[in-house]
């Protein structure tokens, strides 16, 4: 029993004293008489006042919450509103503009029709990219998959009518320009290439179908180019390359 009770005695060393029991005691106490002081006073605090309703809508304020009222005077004065009414058609934005596609079309189509300088100077690929796309459907309709020369005899003649067309007018030139009137006066070409679908032009009507339409093709071409470029009495000399180049095309178209 002896040995039992110096193991309980030695089981757990604290030091732990009544001392410290009384001063836990006491500073709970005092945190209590705390807290109450503090309670009383906020009890002894006056509370607000009631305020009825009748008195808050009392005031001159006639307007909604959160709801200013509209200045029509500041929105007709607005910058950005008038820049925004003036603003171009985005076809026109992007060049595509069909009253000038429509008349460059009957420009070509009537190689004797007198051609407008301002419309034909314009940089419109929107008409060009489409009759080059319908040449090639055309050809490939009648057995030629010829996209690939398609498009590369309109590249290399484009560059090569625009280094002469700069050299020979004073004025200029853009190769955009050139491009344009070149796939507007690719039209008659793409109307042989339709007749090829349905007989064969190897032979004396097709040969002489395909001269008239090279004629065709750079009489409109030349007359565009010198009511572009005022350069009146050279119209002979711009139709011989364009000649050339469109005989290209009715190589493809015939053979």
Not at 94 to 118: E, R
Not at 129 to 154: E, P
Not at 189 to 215: D, E
Request: glycine share 10%; charged share 10%.
């Amino acid at each position: 029993m002896s040995n039992l009770g110096q193991f309980d005695s030695d089981f757990y060393q604290s030091n732990y004293t009544i001392d410290n029991q009384e001063e836990g005691c006491n500073d709970s106490t005092a945190y209590g008489n705390l807290y109450g002081s503090r309670k009383q006073q906020a009890s002894e605090q006056p509370q607000p006042a009631f305020v009825p309703p009748e008195m808050l809508m009392s005031s001159g304020y006639a307007g909604q919450v959160f709801q200013p009222g509209s200045n029509p005077d500041c929105y007709s004065q607005s910058p950005y509103i008038d820049s925004f009414d003036e603003e171009p058609p985005l076809l026109e934005e992007l060049g595509i503009n069909f009253d000038h596609i429509w008349q460059k079309t009957l420009t070509v189509l009537n190689p004797l029709k007198p051609a407008d300088g301002s419309i034909m100077n314009e940089t419109d690929l929107a008409g060009p990219i489409l009759f080059c796309v319908a040449l090639g459907a055309t050809l490939l309709l009648a057995g030629k998959v010829q996209f690939g020369y398609v498009y590369g005899m309109s590249a290399i003649g484009c560059l090569g009518i625009h280094t002469l067309l700069n050299l020979m007018s004073s004025s200029g030139v853009s190769c955009g320009c050139v491009a344009s009137v070149l796939g507007y006066c690719l039209l008659p070409m793409v109307i042989l290439s339709s007749g090829a679908i349905f007989f064969s032009l190897q032979g004396t009507i097709g040969t002489v179908l395909a001269l008239v339409i090279i004629g065709w093709c750079s009489l409109s071409a030349s007359k565009i180019f010198i009511s572009a470029l005022d350069m009146e009495g050279q119209q002979l000399l711009i139709a011989y390359p364009c000649a050339l180049l469109y005989g290209l095309f009715a190589l493809l178209t015939v053979f």
